[in-house]
């Protein structure tokens, strides 16, 4: 069974530091991978999406990938409040033009001021 | 305005009775998808569709029937409500041709209550 782990958390960290938030996943031919972002009580929103190794920049965001290490990271620089929200990642095994995708449980980060 | 909206947003029911979701999509893209949403188990995927009149299975499909006759529709059908499908379900959708079908676009989902 196709896995993704991601700690539940709460991440806390004070405003203006860097968050990070890991996620593992269990099948080395995944192709795809996403973080979404959910607030309280609202729907999910993709933030990031990387298909290759390396890193992948969006503002205050990095996204990472190690396909070697099964290993895929969000970084979140110069936290706000308002980043305060539950991150889930999210893997498709099959890749672009198919679907299998697979959502962790997601990590709940706190932003405090 | 263009978007992916679901009705109804909030819906209490009794067990055994049908309850139907509906999802509607403006962007014609190609999958569509329900998900559930319960605390400790994060989103579980019900069914998806990757055209009109092409549906599948997901993760947790007993008990829910789908239909797409059209692309920019995917309603969710409980036959017979139990107590263990009170969840929030949302519906999203994504498009294959220009990225990859894990792009998802959610709706703002639909609060089920089975009593």
């Known amino acids: 069974q196709k896995e993704v782990e991601q700690n539940s958390g709460p991440l806390s960290v004070p405003e203006g530091a860097i968050a990070s938030l890991n996620c593992t996943y269990s099948d080395r031919g995944s192709q795809s991978f996403f973080w979404y972002r959910q607030y309280s009580g609202k729907s999910p929103e993709l933030i990031m999406s990387?298909?290759?190794?390396g890193d992948k920049e969006d503002g205050r965001f990095t996204a990472q990938l190690n396909k070697a290490s099964q290993y895929v990271s969000l970084l979140i620089r110069d936290s706000q409040p308002s980043d305060s929200a539950t991150y889930l990642c999210?893997?498709?095994?099959?890749?672009?033009?198919?679907?299998?995708?697979?959502f962790g449980k997601g990590t709940k980060l706190s932003v405090i001021p | 305005d263009a978007g992916i909206t679901q009705s109804p947003r909030y819906k209490i029911t009794e067990t055994g009775r049908q309850v139907t979701l509906m999802c509607h999509q403006t962007w014609s893209h190609s999958y569509m998808f329900w998900y559930r949403q319960d605390l400790g188990h994060g989103l579980r995927l019900i069914y998806y569709?990757?055209?009109?009149?092409?549906?599948d299975k997901g993760e947790v499909p007993d008990g829910y029937v789908v239909s797409r006759s059209k692309t920019e529709n995917f309603p969710l059908t409980l036959e017979s409500a139990t107590r263990s499908q009170t969840s929030v379900y949302f519906c999203a959708s994504s498009e294959s041709g220009t990225g990859d079908p894990g792009e998802l676009f959610f709706g703002e989902g639909s609060r089920l209550t089975v009593l």
């Open positions: 569709s990757a055209a009109a009149d092409i549906t």
């Open positions: 990387i298909y290759s190794n």
């Open positions: 999210a893997v498709n095994w099959a890749g672009a033009g198919s679907y299998q995708l697979t």
